[in-house]
T-cell receptor
Framework: DTGVSQDPRHKITKRGQNVTFRCDPISEHNRLYWYRQTLGQGPEFLTYFQNEAQLEKSRLLSDRFSAERPKGSFSTLEIQRTEQGDSAMYLC?????????????????FGEGSRLTVL | AQSVTQPDIHITVSEGASLELRCNYSYGATPYLFWYVQSPGQGLQLLLKYFSGDTLVQGIKGFEAEFKRSQSSFNLRKPSVHWSDAAEYFCAVGAYSNYQLIWGAGTKLIIKP
């Protein structure tokens, strides 16, 4: 079990550029979440995958954000035309949950995050 | 609106002293409650969780939390803190029918030697 890994750990980009983050969850985990965290705040939910299906997306997420989990394994989060307000830590978490209930009753395993700075 | 409030942005305690971190929630459904810890340079780690049953739950690293429905609170406690407990602590709440968790803003714990 190598844990949840995220890449890159840090990304500095200019406003208007596109960025992509990758998350490799724990291999047997069927659930994957993306969160965003800014300084002094708790994580803010962005989107959720069960296997390869994106089942929930935050209403706060603009159409510049897109996420995929093509084979139910790794996931990517792309931000197009970045803005300074996108500067944050992007967190990925995974878990294994049996059945169809929505709440995750077990532990979410978080990666160390990808820090984005938009100049 | 659903929300989680951690009233203390930061708390300083002496090593060996007891600790209580406060968490209040506002949630229409039956809540599922969690405490996570975030150490510098590390990912968030689950300390403990409450779904039902005994309102006093035990977690890892000697932490415990008590659910008080009448006060909408889920405070985290530890009888004697260690320097390694210095970190940021987050309370989160979910419901049976939700995928996402609602998180508090966190409390940063500082340990005085």
């Amino acid at each position: 079990d190598t844990g949840v890994s995220q890449d890159p750990r840090h990304k500095i980009t200019k406003r208007g550029q596109n960025v992509t983050f990758r998350c490799d969850p724990i291999s047997e985990h069927n659930r994957l979440y993306w969160y965003r965290q800014t300084l002094g705040q708790g994580p803010e939910f962005l989107t959720y995958f069960q296997n390869e299906a994106q089942l929930e997306k935050s209403r706060l997420l603009s159409d510049r954000f897109s996420a995929e989990r093509p084979k139910g394994s790794f996931s990517t989060l792309e931000i197009q035309r970045t803005e300074q307000g996108d500067s944050a830590m992007y967190l990925c978490a995974s878990s294994f949950q049996r059945g169809a209930i929505k709440i995750n009753t077990g532990e979410l395993f978080f990666g160390e995050g990808s820090r984005l700075t938009v100049l | 609106a659903q929300s989680v409030t951690q009233p203390d942005i930061h708390i300083t305690v002496s090593e060996g002293a007891s600790l209580e971190l406060r968490c209040n929630y506002s949630y229409g459904a039956t809540p599922y409650l969690f405490w996570y810890v975030q150490s510098p340079g590390q990912g968030l780690q689950l300390l403990l969780k409450y779904f039902s049953g005994d309102t006093l739950v035990q977690g890892i690293k000697g932490f415990e939390a008590e659910f008080k429905r009448s006060q909408s609170s889920f405070n985290l406690r530890k009888p004697s803190v260690h320097w390694s407990d210095a970190a940021e602590y987050f309370c989160a709440v979910g419901a049976y029918s939700n995928y996402q968790l609602i998180w508090g803003a966190g409390t940063k714990l500082i340990i005085k030697p």
